[in-house]
Nanobody
Framework: QLQLEESGGGLVQAGGSLRLSCAAS????????MGWFRQAPGKEREFVSA????????YYADSVKGRFTISRDNAKNTVYLQMNSLKPEDTAVYYC?????????????????WGQGTQVTVSS
């Protein structure tokens, strides 16, 4: 069983930066494509970014393109989300997720494993 744990969330002013980490245990992370999703209060969970097994391909939602960068270190069993130029509308709980079959990485239903989430709050 793969277990995921996010960290790095917090409170930041608009224009600031945060780096989220997603640490995996139980299985080798290199067997999974990984994604980040977020959910704001009263809204549905939405796709943020995804990365292929070895990091050769990355994907971003239009709303974060150019500001967020996803990366992974399979030796450390960890995936990262560097978030720059943060905006109040980025405020949400951020979740990492793992997809064994590299299916539609923008669809939450593609992912078999999820972390508990980390809160990101951006003040204006």
């Amino acid at each position: 069983q793969l277990q995921l744990e996010e960290s790095g969330g917090g409170l930041v002013q608009a224009g600031g930066s945060l780096r989220l980490s997603c640490a995996a245990s139980g299985r080798t992370l290199s067997s999974y494509a990984m994604g980040w999703f977020r959910q704001a209060p009263g809204k549905e969970r939405e796709f943020v970014s995804a990365i292929s097994w070895w990091g050769s391909s990355t994907y971003y939602a239009d709303s974060v393109k150019g500001r967020f960068t996803i990366s992974r270190d399979n030796a450390k069993n960890t995936v990262y989300l560097q978030m720059n130029s943060l905006k109040p509308e980025d405020t949400a709980v951020y979740y990492c997720a793992a997809d064994r079959w590299y299916s539609d990485l923008a669809a939450s239903l593609s992912y078999e494993y999820w972390g508990q989430g980390t809160q990101v709050t951006v003040s204006s």
